[in-house]
């Protein structure tokens, strides 16, 4: 993924961190989808829609956005763990922010490495939406285990975004952006309450 597209989506996960007045881990992403009007809908409701829109079993494992009649609407799997369905609720409000979620009409267009991009950018998206960076640092975090627990993501996300928080504090490079100084500004209550 080209460093343009890592930012956009970092920095729209700030954004929304901002805009919507998240000020505490772990952030409450259905009250984020709610505030914008954006319904989650168990995904066995689209299941049955699948066959008309040529949509495979794989394709719908885990979520999917959406857009019908104009408005957007988040589908997970409601027999996934709950930080799986946080994950992928952020990770769909990824694609329709960004402007990748499909259309019906669209559904027919072949996949291509385009879809890959998406598929990363959603996943910077709703990894830094739930797990802040700046946050994280402020709180004095030392493990995966520790991101995983304050950010309710699993082990696995939160192993992720470890390994990224040490290149980053390697860097020195926390608190360089605008919009992450604002983000760690609006957490600070929170942070000072949590430090380790």
């Not at 952030?27 to 049955?48: A, H, Q, R, W, Y």
């Not at 019906?104 to 072949?110: A, G, I, P, S, Y």
């Amino acid at each position: 993924m080209q460093y343009e597209n890592y930012t956009n989506a970092r920095d729209l996960a700030w954004q929304i961190l901002i805009e919507q007045n998240i000020c505490e881990l772990p952030v409450n992403v259905d009250f984020i989808c709610e505030k914008m009007g954006i319904p989650i809908v168990p995904l066995s409701t689209l299941i049955s829609i699948t066959e008309t829109y040529s949509l495979s079993s794989e394709e719908l494992q885990s979520g999917s956005v959406m857009i019908i009649d104009n408005n957007a609407i988040i589908f997970v799997s409601e027999e996934e763990s709950i930080e799986r369905k946080r994950f992928t609720i952020a990770h769909e409000l990824g694609h329709y922010l960004l402007k990748h979620a499909q259309r019906f009409e669209d559904l027919e267009e072949v996949k291509s490495e385009k879809e890959k991009i998406f598929e990363r950018e959603a996943n910077v998206f709703a990894s830094r939406l739930l797990a802040p960076a700046c946050v994280l640092w402020g709180c004095g975090v030392n493990s995966a285990i520790d991101i995983a627990d304050l950010c309710q993501i699993s082990k696995e996300a939160a192993q992720y975004r470890w390994e990224r928080m040490k290149l980053i504090k390697e860097r020195g490079k926390f608190l360089a952006h605008p919009l992450e100084k604002k983000v760690y500004e609006q957490f600070l209550p929170y942070i000072k309450s949590h430090k380790k």
